[in-house]
């Protein structure tokens, strides 16, 4: 599968998508009319289509406070910058004065890298369902535009898969092989919940805790979202 493909298209499109707020209907999701977030699924090319994927796993959480600038900006490789320079300071911190270079994202051969994104898009799809606003249509269609971005069968199974997963931080987390992927995991989900609603919230805690991040790495992941987005 090349699922790392995929979601950089993802990351790339999702700052222009969250920036332009586009297609919001009264209740605050994106409209699915032709006016609104249907124009961005007509198939006007693979950017618009990643913005309408995206725009359908996002839901009414478009107002992200680290999403808009953080995670989106420069593509997949920008997850793995980000959570380099947060295991960096962390691992500085330690009484231990053991230091290794992170194996992130951003810094891996390809087959590696792959394996990283597999964990990262599993992770982002499961934390898009952790306030249960992803019914069957909305499936659906996050499945067609996935179709339309990338023909490989087997990753269109494997996400169909995942969408309609019972949601359990637990078995997400069994995905994270390395410390690494646990850092890059948690911040894809910390991009995709929005931390004043307490399921999303409690969801996201819950993942940390199965990822087993210290909480001192947790912060400093927080810290760097934060860095990245201006904030």
Do not use: C
């Amino acid at each position: 599968m090349n699922t790392r493909g995929l979601l950089d298209q993802l990351f790339k499109t999702g700052q222009e998508m969250l920036s332009k707020q586009t297609g919001k209907s009264a209740g605050g999701k994106p409209s699915l009319g032709a006016g609104g977030l249907g124009g961005l699924l007509s198939g006007m090319g693979g950017g618009a289509l990643a913005s309408g994927a995206m725009g359908l796993l996002l839901g009414n959480k478009s107002a992200r406070k680290f999403g808009g600038k953080a995670l989106t900006y420069g593509g997949l490789a920008a997850l793995g910058v980000i959570a380099y320079k947060a295991f960096n300071n962390w691992q500085a911190q330690q009484a231990t004065g053991q230091v290794r270079e992170p194996q992130t994202l951003d810094r891996l051969p390809p087959a590696e890298a792959e394996q990283h994104s597999q964990a990262v898009l599993r992770a982002l799809v499961a934390a898009a369902k952790s306030d249960g606003h992803i019914d069957e249509r909305e499936r659906e269609l996050i499945e067609g535009e996935f179709t339309r971005l990338d023909s490989d069968r087997e990753l269109q199974q494997w996400l169909h898969a995942e969408l309609n997963k019972p949601l359990d931080p637990a078995e997400v987390a069994r995905a994270a092989q390395t410390p690494e992927m646990a850092g890059e995991m948690y911040l894809a989900s910390l991009m995709m919940v929005d931390q004043e609603n307490f399921m999303e919230r409690a969801y996201l805690d819950e993942l940390s805790r199965q990822l087993r991040l210290d909480p001192a790495l947790r912060q400093e992941l927080e810290a760097q979202a934060r860095l990245a987005a201006g904030q």
